[in-house]
């Protein structure tokens, strides 16, 4: 092959090719000479290179043990080669040069990756941290990497959704809740899939919501949060601006990664709470068995001893009296510890419904049901009886002064209420409202209602007004509402008796 051929063959070759002597450039081909946009007869080898160093050593190398590789950057051109060395007859040098500007992009992707990942790590095995402080920095870091305006937890709940950590200034405040259709975290929940909006105003899923024109969120990266198997909400990225360029599946991947630990510290705080809780239950029942059990033991005791002396039936009838008291605290105990059990899974209920075999369930003597509701939550339904069985029973037991309606009753301090007089009390299973909006359920009556002194301990193990009552069937209702989610409040009703207000219920729709 002469030389011309050579020169030819060079010169179709895509890669940068050149031969040294003595350092300087000697022959070169085409793609060597576009790359440096330079005249290159007889001009240093180094003079292409604004970082030399590297260049310098490789050349040495090369010099010395025939051969060397070194990446570098043709100055004025911002491409990265990797340049094969390798040492010819009379010492000169070719030099082989692949442009390694997609592989070297990588790897710098790869290496902000990396420290992304343990950034996260930092954060999630700061153990000074709280809760809430680690969900800051996460999405302070996610953020930041996403490029976005804010980001937030939040937890979807009926036809609300409330923002319950929010980092970075966007359209939604901390602890704001905005109705479902407001945002795209509902999306997530109903799918239990991550949501990626490019641009809401094009994206042909939530093009038709009002999200955009009412908080002006224009793209969104959201990923489920659980808690157990239920969807707890999101953990969502959001800007007021669309992306000029999609969210990549790294971007897609690094928020699944965060929402899934959020799930495992949620669970896992929650079976800490739990387990403290049973802890506290384990440490009452002992109370309890020890100190409410012993009373009728020792009256069994004396009692039949005093049989045993005088053959007095008398003495009999107060030991049957004492057994009869002991198996109502065992029987309230066991339902107390039942009732704070996990819930498994919950159905749509009717309030109505179940409050009126509740009520056919307990002895209401003359009292009477009123049912002022026509919502439908999701509960565990045996549960639900239990807790409205109990609070009919103590509406009838406590709350009247009218002795036929409980047989432990005791005459009250103050005189009886108007629907007392009028021959028995009512109680009445309805709607809480905030705003004209239903967000849970009431059991009131119109009997003597409680102390406000009292209300704060009537959830109490052990705690009763009545000589004759356990102080369990308050105690339960607590442990089936806790179980529940849900929050229980007790204020004055409009007749001036007792109201258990229940929120934080989740509504379903009434069927047609």
């Not at 025939?66 to 911002?78: N, P, S």
């Not at 599946?249 to 928020?255: E, G, N, S, Y």
Request: include cysteine; proline fraction near 2%; glycine fraction near 8%.
């Amino acid at each position: 092959m002469n030389d011309s051929t050579a020169a030819a063959a060079l010169d179709a070759f895509d890669e940068l090719f050149f031969v040294l002597d003595d350092g300087h450039v000697s022959e070169w081909n085409a793609a060597a000479a576009d790359a440096t946009e330079q005249s290159l007869g007889d001009r240093p080898f180094l003079a292409l290179f604004d970082d030399t160093d590297a260049v310098e050593r490789a050349l040495e190398r090369a010099a010395t043990s025939g051969d060397a590789t070194v990446e570098a950057e043709l100055t004025g051109v911002g491409c990265a080669y990797e340049f094969d060395l390798e040492r010819l007859d009379g010492g000169r040098i070719a030099v082989l040069g692949h442009d390694i500007s997609e592989r070297l992009a990588q790897r710098r992707e790869l290496e902000k990756r990396e420290r992304v990942l343990k950034r996260t790590h930092e954060v999630i095995a700061d153990g000074d941290r709280s809760f809430d402080e680690q969900i800051r920095a996460l999405l302070a870091l996610a953020r930041e990497e996403l490029g976005l305006a804010a980001g937030s937890l939040s937890r979807v709940r009926g036809e609300e959704t409330n923002f319950e950590i929010v980092d970075g200034g966007g359209p939604i405040a901390e602890r704001e809740s905005v109705p479902v259709d407001e945002s795209f975290c509902d999306v997530v929940v109903a799918d239990r899939e991550t949501l990626v909006i490019n641009d809401a105003r094009t994206d042909s899923r939530v093009v038709e919501r009002d999200t955009h024109a009412e908080r002006g969120i224009a793209c969104y990266l959201g990923a489920p949060v659980y808690l157990g198997d239920e969807v707890y909400g999101s953990l969502c990225f959001y800007d007021t601006e669309s992306r000029s360029a999609e969210f990549s599946p790294w971007d897609v991947t690094l928020v699944d990664l965060l929402a899934q630990w959020v799930s495992y510290e949620l669970q896992r705080r929650q079976n800490t709470e739990r387990l403290r809780q049973q802890n506290e239950k384990l440490d009452r029942f002992a109370s309890i068995v020890s100190h409410d059990l012993r009373n009728p033991l020792n009256v069994v005791s004396g009692s039949l001893e005093l049989a045993e002396e005088t053959g007095d039936a008398e003495h009999f009838e107060r030991a049957e009296n004492a057994v009869e008291r002991m198996e109502t605290l065992i029987d309230d105990l066991l339902a107390l510890a039942r009732a704070g059990d996990a819930i498994d899974g919950t159905e749509r209920v009717e309030l109505a419904s179940v409050a009126r075999e509740s009520w056919s369930g307990v002895d209401t003597g003359t009292a009477t049901l009123t049912i002022a509701t026509e919502s439908a939550i999701l509960a565990d339904r045996e549960r639900l009886r239990q807790l409205l069985e109990n609070l009919f029973r103590n509406s009838v037991e406590h709350g009247s002064p009218d002795p036929q309606q409980g047989e432990n009753d005791e005459p009250a301090d103050e005189p009886p209420s108007p629907a007392a007089d009028g021959g028995g009390l009512t109680v009445t299973v309805g709607d809480v409202t905030d705003d004209g909006r239903v967000v849970g359920f009431s059991v009131a009556d119109d009997g003597v209602g409680i102390d406000a002194d009292s209300r704060e301990d009537v959830f109490e193990s052990g705690f009763t007004t009545a000589e004759e009552g356990t102080g369990f069937g308050l105690a339960i209702v607590g442990e089936i509402t806790d179980a529940h989610g849900w929050d229980v409040s007790l204020v004055e009703s409009e007749d001036g008796g007792a109201r258990f207000e229940f929120t934080g219920v989740e509504l379903v729709e009434n069927e047609a």
